[in-house]
């Protein structure tokens, strides 16, 4: 009866660790390596469990992402410590949210049950298949949240990640966790001049992988820099989010943030502000304040930030381009909201319990469908706002003509935690799967100038208040996975699939010659 008991014990609390150990693989720690451990101990735990049914099975999938998600989304609380009607949900997030994510793991699990996994490399694609495509799933369903896919692991090491401007960040994915499964063929049934074999093999695409980074890193710096005619200042400007609950005076804002940007009259220059410095007023209502705009720049400046605005009677969270006296020149509608941040799901069921937003307002914004690229003078960009970096293959589909990427973002709603840094990692993968440079300006976040090859030329910390200075950029040619997008992961899928029913057929006729013998 003891041991009964102690067993069914094991099956909640072994998964569940799995997965906390697994999330400090992830940014700000990298230690990728974990995972050739964890992964094996998740794919053999599965195995031996699966005997007990497919609710077992799932209920390790599940605890294992609960595990995974809860070490690593712990910050989400912070976003409610900001006024009082959102603290009694602080459990909500640290608990359901983690919960609710790992049920994607479970139906990983879940599936795999049907296909009865073997200490076998079949098995080994199956279950890389399904968690690929379930994490993929994961981007897309109630608006997606693709955030702290595995792969994000290798955020440090540039010269594995080259691969991602073929490939991208799901197919990567994907060959990651098939990777990191390797260590299990050591348990497996086969002959010994097999296992060294696969081991070999991957050793060998592992090795071409790094090689190929290596010549493409080495291959950019050989490219000629391009001297832009103005300088392009990111802006760090530290806003307390907690300011703005007080009802501080914008003009006060605008100026301090004025101060901080240093204008130089008779110097070209694009200022990039992150979002939410303004968070109090509305775009429409920059026009009372032109005066100090006109004061402090001039003809030869372009202001970049990120602001609300409205349009009839919906709300937008904006990136806009201003000349010297607060004219619009170029606009952008955010594409990719928040849930429960900038919009409230089942708005009039929840807004009748006295829910709203975690933003300032009671209305959500409203999204916008279609992402253009901007045009200042002879530089182009596509803009991004916040949250919307976290995206793989959705950056432009249909203009593959820019020069840079700009990312504002607000970090503040992360408090001091690892929120800023993974979502840091992300602006460096987009960077490496477009082959663009990377302009991101984040208010309490991460600030930085990111190369197409994901290195870090300029960096401001989230405790950091000033600018970077931008004076030349490389215009790096299109990558392919910029051209095709996430139909790449698809045809690795096809092939997986392909590869499965190959290896299934060949044990299947293997068996039959054995009996027949």
Known sequence: MTSLIQNKILIYIIPFIIGLITSFSLPPYGFFFINFISFPLLFFFLLINQNKGKWASFKIGWLFGFGYFISNLY???????????????????????????????????????????????????????????????????????????????FTDYLQLIQILSLIGTYTFNLLCITFFLIPSIVFFNYKKRKKIFIFFFSFLLIFINFLYGTSKINKYKEINKTDLNFIIKIISPKVDIKRFFKNETPEETILELIKLSEPEYSENTIFVFPEGVLSNIYLQDLKN?????????????????????????????????????????????????????????????????????????????????????????????????????????????????????????????????????????????????????????????????????????????????????????????????????????????????????????????????????
């Open 75 to 153: 910050w989400i609380s912070n976003s409610l410590t900001f006024e009082e009607i959102f603290k009694p949900l602080i459990p909500f997030s640290l608990i359901i949210i983690p919960l609710f994510l790992g049920l994607f793991y479970g139906l990983i699990t879940f599936l795999c049950f049907f296909f009865k996994l073997n200490k076998n490399f079949y098995s080994i694609l199956i279950f890389s298949f399904f968690f690929s495509l379930i994490e993929y799933l994961r981007s897309m369903i109630f608006g997606g949240f693709p955030w702290n896919l595995i792969a994000y692991s």
């Open 289 to 517: 304040f032109s005066n100090i705009f006109s004061e402090n720049f001039s003809n030869k400046h372009r202001i970049i930030l990120g602001i609300s605005s409205y349009e009839n009677s919906k709300i937008f969270n904006s990136l806009v381009v201003l000349d010297k006296d607060a004219n619009i020149l170029a606009k952008y509608d955010k594409n990719k909201l928040v849930p429960f941040g900038e919009y409230l799901p089942f708005e009039n069921f929840l807004g009748s319990f006295g829910l709203k937003k975690i933003t300032q307002g009671y209305k959500s914004f409203s999204s916008s469908d279609e992402r253009k690229v901007i045009k200042i003078d002879n530089i182009s960009f596509i803009p991004l706002i916040c949250y919307e970096v976290i995206y793989s293959g959705n950056i432009n589909r249909k203009n593959h003509d820019f020069d840079f990427i700009i990312n504002i973002s607000e970090d503040g709603w992360f408090g001091d935690s690892v929120g800023p840094h993974q979502h840091f990692s992300h602006s460096i993968f987009r960077s490496i799967e477009e082959g663009k440079n990377l302009v991101r300006s984040a208010n309490n976040g991460i600030s930085a100038h990111i190369d197409a090859t994901g290195k870090i030329i300029s960096k401001l910390k989230s405790t950091d208040r000033g600018f970077i200075k931008i004076r030349n950029i490389i215009k790096n040619k299109n990558t392919f996975f910029n051209s095709y997008g996430n139909k790449i992961f698809f045809y690795f899928l096809i092939f997986y699939i392909s590869l499965i029913f190959f290896l299934k057929k060949r044990r299947m006729n293997e068996e039959k010659l054995f009996i027949y013998k």
